[in-house]
């Protein structure tokens, strides 16, 4: 258990619906992350959160869209998604962004399938 | 572009000691992270480096070298729990995580 949740675990989705993911720590942090994570590849980062303000947004494609409205919950909307976007995503948070040494505590993911 | 390097997947036995290797090539450096993810499990903080040398935490050391780009995770008596997948990941100029696609430790009885 490292203080981060995340909702659903699981998660099969048609191209033309619309839904969202859910992540949640109960750490006091102030940064959060959503993560992609592809079988075999590196993790990729999405967005980056810093006192609910978006600090980062690497290239994301607008079908994926964050919402942060407080430091400890953070969520993914997703829509028109496509196959390839089927992977596990990540949420993590740390205690601070811009802080070198700030580890980041991982949620468990939630295993996206899109058909 | 920015570059991290590790083996795909290692292979030990139970009890011997195993090391994996991280390059990297990063546009700045702030430090280096070790994580360890079981099948299905979040990645867990294991350890991390930002001077030069050797950090020995229990049975887990990690190694850095920032001339040569290079750092690696030793593990010591080796445990079948510690079958998982190791991530390298460097924190770059910008304070960004780039991470290694991961190595695959299988370890045999």
């Known amino acids: 258990e490292t203080g981060v949740t995340q909702t659903p675990r699981h998660l099969v989705m048609g191209m033309t619906n619309k839904k969202s993911l859910k992540c949640e720590q109960h750490l006091g942090h102030n940064a959060m992350y959503w993560y992609k994570q592809s079988a075999k590849k590196p993790l990729e980062l999405m967005f980056v959160?810093?006192?609910?303000?978006?600090?980062e947004n690497n290239s994301v494609p607008s079908r994926f869209s964050p919402e942060c409205p407080n430091s400890s919950h953070l969520f993914l909307h997703l829509h028109t998604l496509q196959p390839e976007d089927s992977a596990l995503y990540l949420c993590?948070?740390?205690?601070?962004?811009?802080?070198?040494?700030?580890?980041?505590?991982f949620g468990p993911g939630t295993r996206l399938t899109v058909l | 572009g920015q570059n991290i390097d590790q083996p795909t997947e290692m292979t030990a036995t139970e009890g011997a000691i195993v090391q994996i290797n991280c390059t990297y090539q990063t546009s700045g450096f702030n430090g280096l992270f070790w994580y360890q993810q079981h099948a299905g499990e979040a990645p867990t903080f294991l350890s991390y480096?930002?001077l030069d040398g050797l950090e020995e935490k229990g049975r887990f050391s990690s190694f850095l070298s920032r001339s040569k780009g290079y750092s690696y995770l030793l593990l010591k008596e080796l445990q079948m729990k510690d079958s998982a997948s190791y991530l390298c990941?460097?924190?770059?100029?910008?304070?960004?995580?780039?991470w290694g696609a991961g190595t695959k430790l299988i370890i045999k009885p």
């Open positions: 990941a460097v924190r770059d100029s910008n304070y960004q995580l780039i």
């Open positions: 480096n930002v």
């Open positions: 959160y810093s006192l609910e303000e978006r600090v």
């Open positions: 993590a948070s740390s205690q601070d962004f811009g802080d070198p040494y700030n580890e980041q505590f």
